[in-house]
């Protein structure tokens, strides 16, 4: 209740409560415009990357990723889901190894990619089987990557805060998150290497 007066105490005048009024009731726009912005530029760029590379991409308002061609299975993804989620502090601004526990022996799979972890970019990821088996490995984001105006601290808990930096600078939000998080990953030996996973 302190919290709540304190806030309510910002709003001195009627002008500026209409205008916090006016706002929220546009911030699911706004987000989806900023969101938009970086998706756009996020396609335009890995698409340029993703030629001849074994890999392809998927995108949309959930989940961001490549995954060698010719499976659904396995891939290197993100998932804005987990991002803002107090529940699972290993999300946040999480990149993820993700296998399809579904049509796959993920215990097998995880195993295997575990014993493979040299011939892997996985330097940066931790292990992370016990809380979510479907994305067995994970690699914080440094927040770096989502700097505005020299400050990147504002985005520590949620993939709209990061988004911010979409509003003047999608392009180099997505070529931030492609250079981190998937370049690594796009190349042919890499896509060979994670599809002998699902066949053996």
């Not at 502090?89 to 014993?115: E, Q, V």
Request: proline share 4%; hydrophobic share 40%; glycine share 4%.
């Amino acid at each position: 209740m302190e919290e709540i007066n304190r806030i309510l105490e910002l709003f001195d005048s009627a002008d500026k409560w209409r205008a916090f009024i006016e706002l929220s009731s546009k911030r699911n726009d706004l987000v989806d415009e900023l969101y938009s912005r970086f998706l756009n530029d996020f396609r335009r760029i890995s698409g340029h990357h993703l030629v001849d590379s074994g890999w392809y991409l998927i995108s949309n308002n959930k989940h961001i990723g490549i995954r060698p061609i010719g499976t659904q299975l396995i891939g290197v993804l993100i998932e804005w889901v987990w991002w803002n989620n107090p529940a699972t502090p290993w999300g946040r601004r999480g990149a993820f190894i993700y296998i399809d526990c579904d049509h796959t022996n993920s215990n097998k799979l995880f195993s295997m990619i575990n014993a493979e972890k040299n011939k892997l970019p996985l330097q940066d990821y931790e292990e992370n089987y016990q809380n979510h088996q479907w994305l067995p490995f994970v690699k914080q984001i440094p927040s770096a990557m989502f700097t505005v105006d020299g400050n990147s601290n504002d985005c520590l808990t949620s993939f709209e805060d990061c988004l911010y930096m979409a509003k003047d600078n999608a392009s180099l939000l997505a070529q931030n998150l492609w250079d981190e998080v998937f370049q690594p990953f796009a190349s042919k030996e890499i896509a060979d290497i994670m599809l002998g996973f699902l066949q053996e």
